[in-house]
């Protein structure tokens, strides 16, 4: 099974009632020998999560670039296999009465919509990701021919996209992004105070039925020390 549920905590605390969600875990950037998140920052890689948590055993590194070595290498057997993992996990879902969600990239930014189209043919299934790269947020606002219907995105600030934030919030994009107190508090005297907040750790679905809408993340780990515009301020001054 390439997707994962216990494994990773925040997954694991969006279950509820109604919803199975599950996600695809892989070594980001380029621990693997190539680069899956192409429009990954400095800071970004720096402060990768893929190292924080669960992610600090030995055992799940290895599984984790297993997994991208795979999707490099047998790229077909790999679509094959998730295809099959997707409509087993969707089968469980439903005898338990619950919708499936699927991430794409826990850790890494790939563009599944084409990469695989096919992952998308059930329409019961809702998938969704966080990216860094603006031109596919893009295509998602506009549903442009190729973008299928049930795949979500959400752009991700950086200390290098700010005003790429800003435009896409305009439009209607909802933007994650990490704050370096408490994410139950509004951005305050801050470029971003304007927009409407929710507590991102709550839920991985916290973008549901939400538009122009901030999602605080609480920052982890080393990201904590992080002063290059990564990590926002709360209170900004």
Known sequence: MLFSVEANKKLNASQDDAHQVIGL??????????????????????????????????????????????????????????????????????????????????????????????????????????????????????????????YHLCFSMSEKNHEECHDLLSRGANVAVVVRDDGHKPLQNHPFSKYAWVDGDKTDLWWQNNKSVLGLLRAKGSMMKDKEGFVQDSIAA
């Open 25 to 150: 875990s892989m070594a980001p950037n380029d621990k693997s020998g190539a680069n899956l998140c192409k429009d990954a920052t400095p800071v970004c890689i720096h402060h990768c999560l893929d190292e924080t948590g669960l992610g600090k055993v030995d055992k799940n590194q290895a599984y984790r670039i297993a997994k991208a070595l795979f999707f490099l290498t047998e790229r077909q057997e790999f679509l094959k296999q998730m295809l099959h993992d997707v409509e087993v996990m969707n089968r469980r879902a439903r005898k338990k009465r619950k919708a499936l969600y699927v991430r794409g990239n826990v850790f890494t930014d790939l563009a599944w919509e084409r990469i695989c189209p096919e992952l998308f043919e059930d329409q019961t299934i809702t998938w969704y990701d966080y990216t860094k790269t603006y031109t596919r947020v893009e295509d998602y606002l506009a549903q442009r021919s190729h973008w299928p219907k049930n």
